[in-house]
């Protein structure tokens, strides 16, 4: 399990984390989501014991993980901007992890040979990025890592090979329970893979859950009401809109709930329809003035 306890970093007196505290259960694949600054990365680079946290605990397995060859071994870390030898070749840096990596897999290797159709013999910087990213996943999953922490993992990947990314990821936490800590913008692919989700803002999670019971908690709800009727009290409305007598309402609170609460106002017509991660992420993120703008050129 990872955890990060309360943790606080700042940089020339500003804080990119405060207080900070996130619960990566054992297996799960964990979606980081937050806007641009929000410290996504800052506290990916804590967990992989690379920035030592001013104050709090960072721990896997209740270990603490700066400066514990123990613990870092059982981690593998693709970040946005893959890292390499200069002049190393894929099959030079196989040869690097598997000596520093000691579950490191010749076998898994060369079965994960099939998926990447790279030619290890290859120089990493005559790739393009895309190419990188694959040889940086067939490395990672070759190494057999306990713990799988990923910044922007599938950016510069086509389609095809992204999914066939997240299908090896899904197929290493059913088979071996391995824990993946992934972070992207790309709310859509997260949300097809994740089973637990982290919303960041400011250096603080806003909120954190089972992705399954996020979405219960949340809901847009189609309603229109007689003219002689108002939506009683008592439901927590964090966005609101109408076209004619039909208002989008999306309200905070289980479905069944919220249904019975508007139903008092007997309405002539209402539906209620699932939000995507997508749309959880943004009216989350409403309350604290994170909202697409009108700007007049």
Same mark, same amino acid.
């Given at each position: 399990?990872?955890?990060?306890?309360?943790?606080?970093k700042s940089?020339?007196g500003?804080k990119?984390?405060?207080k900070l505290?996130i619960?990566v259960?054992d297996g799960?694949?964990?979606?980081?989501?937050?806007?641009?600054g929000?410290g996504?990365?800052?506290i990916i680079r804590?967990i992989?014991?690379?920035?030592l946290?001013?104050?709090?605990e960072?721990?896997?397995d209740?270990?603490?993980?700066?400066?514990?060859?123990?613990?870092?071994?059982d981690?593998?870390?693709i970040?946005?901007?893959?890292?390499?030898?200069?002049q190393?070749?894929?099959?030079d840096?196989m040869?690097?992890?598997?000596?520093?990596?000691?579950?490191?897999s010749?076998e898994r290797? =060369?079965k *994960?040979?099939k998926?990447?159709?790279?030619n290890?013999?290859?120089?990493?910087?005559s790739?393009?990025?895309g *190419?990188?990213?694959?040889?940086?996943f067939w490395?990672?999953?070759?190494?057999?890592?306990?713990?799988?922490v990923?910044?922007e993992p599938v950016?510069g990947?086509?389609?095809v090979?992204?999914?066939?990314?997240?299908?090896i990821? *899904?197929?290493?936490?059913?088979?071996?329970?391995t824990?993946?800590?992934?972070s992207s913008?790309?709310?859509?692919e997260? =949300?097809?893979?994740c089973?637990h989700?982290g919303i960041?803002?400011?250096?603080?999670?806003?909120?954190?859950r089972?992705?399954?019971?996020?979405?219960?908690?949340i809901?847009?709800v189609l309603?229109?009401?007689?003219?002689?009727?108002v939506?009683p009290?008592?439901?927590?409305?964090?966005?609101s809109?109408?076209?004619?007598?039909?208002q989008?309402?999306?309200i905070?609170g289980k479905t069944?709930e919220?249904?019975n609460i508007?139903a008092?106002?007997?309405?002539?017509?209402?539906?209620?329809i699932p939000l995507?991660l997508?749309?959880?992420?943004?009216? =989350?993120?409403?309350?604290e003035h994170y909202e697409v703008?009108d700007?007049?050129?």
């Amino acid at each position: 399990m990872i955890e990060a306890r309360n943790v606080t970093k700042s940089f020339d007196g500003c804080k990119a984390l405060d207080k900070l505290s996130i619960t990566v259960p054992d297996g799960a694949i964990y979606g980081l989501v937050g806007p641009n600054g929000a410290g996504k990365s800052t506290i990916i680079r804590h967990i992989t014991g690379i920035y030592l946290q001013d104050e709090g605990e960072v721990l896997i397995d209740g270990k603490t993980v700066f400066e514990n060859p123990e613990v870092k071994k059982d981690i593998a870390y693709i970040p946005d901007d893959i890292f390499f030898f200069n002049q190393s070749t894929i099959k030079d840096m196989m040869k690097f992890y598997k000596g520093v990596c000691p579950n490191f897999s010749t076998e898994r290797y =060369e079965k *994960m040979r099939k998926a990447f159709d790279l030619n290890e013999n290859a120089k990493m910087r005559s790739l393009s990025k895309g *190419m990188q990213k694959q040889a940086a996943f067939w490395l990672t999953v070759s190494m057999c890592p306990k713990v799988i922490v990923l910044d922007e993992p599938v950016d510069g990947l086509d389609p095809v090979m992204r999914r066939q990314v997240w299908s090896i990821l *899904m197929a290493d936490v059913a088979e071996n329970g391995t824990t993946v800590l992934v972070s992207s913008h790309n709310l859509r692919e997260l =949300e097809d893979v994740c089973d637990h989700v982290g919303i960041m803002n400011k250096g603080k999670i806003l909120l954190e859950r089972n992705l399954s019971e996020l979405q219960e908690n949340i809901a847009k709800v189609l309603v229109a009401l007689p003219e002689d009727k108002v939506l009683p009290e008592g439901l927590n409305i964090l966005h609101s809109s109408s076209t004619g007598k039909l208002q989008t309402l999306i309200i905070r609170g289980k479905t069944d709930e919220i249904t019975n609460i508007i139903a008092a106002s007997e309405p002539l017509f209402m539906d209620v329809i699932p939000l995507s991660l997508e749309e959880i992420f943004i009216y =989350e993120l409403g309350g604290e003035h994170y909202e697409v703008r009108d700007i007049i050129l």
